[in-house]
């Protein structure tokens, strides 16, 4: 089980404000599997891959920021997407470790009343999911998923940098697999498992990000996969609506699923595919559902 | 004629990354890993990046022709994972990135995101809508960060100026 009695949760910008659907299952998900959770007012984590590219100090102390207001509760945070996640481990880790650093992030976070000390923890939901582990997981599910062959993407700031975060093999990811594992589903070996998502380069230029798309998409679908399990709002948003671009750039038609990891685990689970707002995926879920006798 | 900036030398040497750059021996693990130099060799060549950090070749960074020599980056940081030297290539860009937003060549996405950002704290605020579809799916209202302490500390780390506020 969870050490942590409660965590703050940490939705992030975008889970929170764009797709709140995906908070809906995670909350379902932790409150079967007994995870606690509370709010607190925390800004923008900031993003590791905009805002750390604009200023990297402002980055640090906003990060900082955030960290003390989970530290004035004594609260673990818990992340519901990798960026946050990445944002603020790395952050924490590198004030834990730098005490000039850390001097200078306090020097600035001084004029708001505030110090970081570096007393509290952040973890990925998928790390809390799999320390509650599979046979837990196992007591809850009320729908056998056997069978269903999904796509397993972790995304890459789930685990890297490595030497920091510290949460799984960053080139051959475990942790994932095996908790969809725990609710019958299959994953598939595809080649492009590791390829990033590319909605990085995406705020660059849309060409290269729609081809790097395209062959992630099209490695899965070739493998057999019949869904993608994801646990990053950034790599859901761009698996989930650009799958038409990413075709039509790449003379291939994609409609492929795309599931959050406790969208995964909730219809394992047995809640209502509405009671979590699947209608708002952009590839469309009815098929699948239907296949699963779910709809 | 190539021009070495010593100045960008000493900051990439100096600043963050506490000289592991120096043991770079070119082997271009980071390029042959790379999901963009794959799809874009000409354009994006992260170990070329590096060598041009390392020797102060500023006009090989910071094109202001093509930003994507730099921006093309999608940072997956697979190349900090595969760098036999353990240099965290990420982190470098990252300060070059810092400085070619400052010299105004960044892509209008990231001053935009960093403006949301300083204005209300959050990368995507809060809007009417979604806090409705919020209720429908019963979720808690999201506790609004106190955009005044965020703009205490933007304006300290003089992000305000970045961003012309």
Known sequence: ?295 | MVVIDYELKKKIMDVHIKDALKFCYQCNRCTDNCPISSIAPIRYDPRMLILASFLGFKERIFDSEDNFRLWGCTVCDTCDEVCPQKIELTEIFAILKNMSVAMGQGPPYYTTQATAIYENGKAIPSQPAIERRREQLGLPKIEPPNVEEVQKILNQTKLNKIIGK
């Open chain 1, 1 to 295: 089980m969870a050490k942590a009695e409660e965590y703050k949760m940490f939705q992030g910008c975008t889970i929170g404000n764009r797709i709140p659907f995906i908070e809906a299952s995670a909350r379902k998900v932790f409150e079967k599997l007994g995870i606690k959770t509370s709010e607190a007012p925390f800004a923008c984590c900031p993003d590791p891959v905009g805002f750390n590219s604009v200023d990297h100090f402002s980055w640090l102390a906003m990060g900082a920021r955030n960290l003390t207001i989970a530290e004035e509760e004594g609260k673990d945070i818990i992340s519901l997407c990798n960026g946050c996640s990445q944002t603020l481990k790395v952050v924490n880790h590198e004030l834990k470790h730098d005490d000039s650093l850390k001097s200078k992030i306090n020097e600035v976070l001084k004029k708001i009343n505030r110090e970081f000390k570096g007393t509290i923890n952040v973890k990925h939901f998928l790390e809390v999911l799999h320390e509650v582990g599979a046979e837990e997981i196992k007591k809850h599910i009320v729908k056998d998923l056997s069978g269903l062959k999904v796509a397993c993407h972790t995304g890459c700031h789930y685990s890297r940098p490595s030497e920091i975060l510290q949460v799984d093999d960053p080139m051959e990811p475990k942790k994932l697999r095996e908790v969809v594992a725990a609710t019958g589903a299959i994953p598939v070996d595809y080649e492009e498992e590791m390829l990033c998502c590319g909605a990085g380069v995406g705020n660059t230029e849309e060409a290269p990000s729609m081809q790097i798309l395209a062959n992630k998409l099209k490695s899965a679908i070739d493998a057999g996969a019949e869904a993608f399990v994801v646990i990053c709002p950034a790599c859901f948003q761009q698996l989930d609506t650009n799958q038409k671009k990413a075709g039509a750039q790449s003379n291939n038609t994609f409609n492929i699923p795309i599931l959050y990891l406790t969208e995964l685990l909730a219809l394992s689970f047995g809640i209502n595919p509405d009671e979590i707002g699947l209608k708002f995926h952009r590839a469309k879920l009815t098929p699948l559902l239907e296949k699963l006798g779910l709809k």
